[in-house]
């Protein structure tokens, strides 16, 4: 029987690519960027793309006529065309779970850098400027005691709210629906996203970028939040207004920032967050630990493997997609006893 094809883009380690190969003839492209007509050529034959940072479109759909499953290697999935890949049957997957613990790792220690205002004074070590024993223009701020605002409660905010108990901290959160368990389980106490930018010291975005969330937070937002708070954004940076961020930082309205995720990026060299002592800003590294990221590469690895062989897999995004449903997962065969 002939394998299925598939099109696996960017830095897959060889033993993902092996058991990729076991089961399909592989077309592995590490930087797709220098050859886009190979991979647009092998894209024309392939019933399945694995990656990351994946970009589709509809002219590449109507390029890739046998294409039956995509799986990227993110949770998030806003650059992808999830109701178009829906229309056309093709199954869409992401990787939820394995990176819930390590991106609420970098959330917390967003919040514990900008508090303690880690990188401006680890640089003035570093340049030789730490003269004089440290006095109040170099104090920060604690982070126990004070109160959390979780703007979105999935996963990882679930899981930075787990971090944030343990430096006794209060913790607020607003959500679309109320999450009564963690309120009785962990003192959690839900707000209007108003009332929790006033109440406040970090503001933590943690929502998925979607037409609702598209630059939810500004300056608007910025003037409600308290004069001494935070903003930290590990989500998706259109999901911040950054003109409006900007201006208010330069007008102090807020304390400062952190920030993996920007607008852009890589965020342009001349942006002004750049040059802001208060500001933290970090490469989008929210998941980006070797352990992670191979776990994540694995996930996706698994849910093409399913998808392609018809039954639904684990992390499948659009079940709409296939209305006629899935096959059952064949049974592994018990290995006779000799
Ligand atoms: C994700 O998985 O969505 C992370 O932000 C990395 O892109």
Redesign the pocket.
Known sequence: MHKKRIVALRRLKESHLQRLREAFEVAYFEEPELQPEAVAAALRQAHGLIG??LQVTSAMLDEAPALEAVATI???YDNLPVAELSRRGILLTN?PDV?TET?ADTGFMLIMASARRLVELANMVREGRWTQHVGEPHFGHDVHGKTLGLVGLGRIGRAIARRALGFNMRVLYSNASPKPDLEAQWGLERRSFEQLLAESDFVCLTVPLTEQTDHLLGYEQCQAMKRSAFLINVSRGRVVDEAGLIRALDERLIAGAGLD?FEQEPVAADSPLLRMDNVVTLP?I??ATHETRAA?ASCAVENICQALRGERPRDLVNPEARPGGFVQPQQEQPVDAK
Do not use: D, P, R
Request: proline residues 0%; positive net charge.
């Open positions: 990351g940072k993110s949770v998030g990787t990176l991106t995720v989008h929210g998941s994540m």
